[in-house]
């Protein structure tokens, strides 16, 4: 329902009856509240005005200044009239008032200690939004509502007192160790991916996405000697793309794990946001970036080396953040 609202305020100056005048009218044209201020308004009455709007209305907006809390602690003019009239609600009917401070100055008397919005900064669309808020009766922070599958969480048995960190990882000590991690990692980042992109659709409607996974087997460039022949080759690629549109904006990104030993670039985590230019045997020849397990750490931990760009990239996760964003800035382009 169309909410109504009226401005109370004090004739300071020119400048200051006009920025309220801006303000009921960006709340007329872009929020859609029946707002009005006396100077809209063909009443040649203004104590009756004032009566009839402070009744009608679902929204009283006092535009608090130095000037204004000088005239309703000594109750002066229209403003001191208007003092009298909203003590009246203050006391009654206190959601009805809302109290924008515009300078430095102090409340009045009958307002000390409320909750009021500081547009000293000026008319920001952030500060409407604020105004927007209170007008609907709304609270600027929501809580979320309690989900009805929570998360299990049980206590641990403690059955030794040593620090668990000097436990080590001891797979970094074997290939089959760092291949399990390596695929550990890609998976942990292709969910990274998802779940940002999902976070950023429920944010943003028009925002569409696709994820498509694959396992592609290729013949390679090189041969192996096995029984005293010589075969091609086979690398097989766990491959997941990810294709973004927003508002008629596309974004492409394809990120592929490897787990070949072909002895030129070798194992390890690519990706391009090249859409494929080349024919069948030959779609991950090009990348843009290589991530591969560190073998010179102590730790298991991934090395980034990028083709473009210089990024510190250590998981999973960090990498997935790093796609995402890759996605995100193609978008905004």
Known sequence: ????????YSWDSKEHQEWVVALTNKLRSIYGVDAKCDVLLDNPNLFSMM?????VNDKIIIVDTKRYTEKANNEQGGVGYETRLFYNFFQKQPQKLIVIKRGSCELPFYLNGWNYLDFTSGMTDENLDALMLKINDEAP???AP??????AVKGKIVESALDGSIIPDLRVATQQGKDEYLKEEFEIANKTISDLLQ???QRNPDLTFEVEKREVNEPSGTSILEGGIFKQQINHYSVYTYSVNYQGKEAYYKIWLSMTDNGAVGKGIFGSNDRPLFGRGQEFNSFQMWVYVSSSSSRLQLTYNPVWGNNS?????????????NLIDAIRR
């Open 141 to 143: 922070y929501i809580m």
């Open 51 to 55: 009566v009839q709007e402070a009744n």
């Open 199 to 201: 976070q950023t659709k």
């Open 313 to 325: 990239i250590t998981n999973g996760k960090e990498l997935g953040e790093f796609i995402f964003k």
């Open 1 to 8: 329902m169309q909410k109504k609202a009226f401005i109370s």
């Open 146 to 151: 309690i989900t009805k599958s929570p998360r």
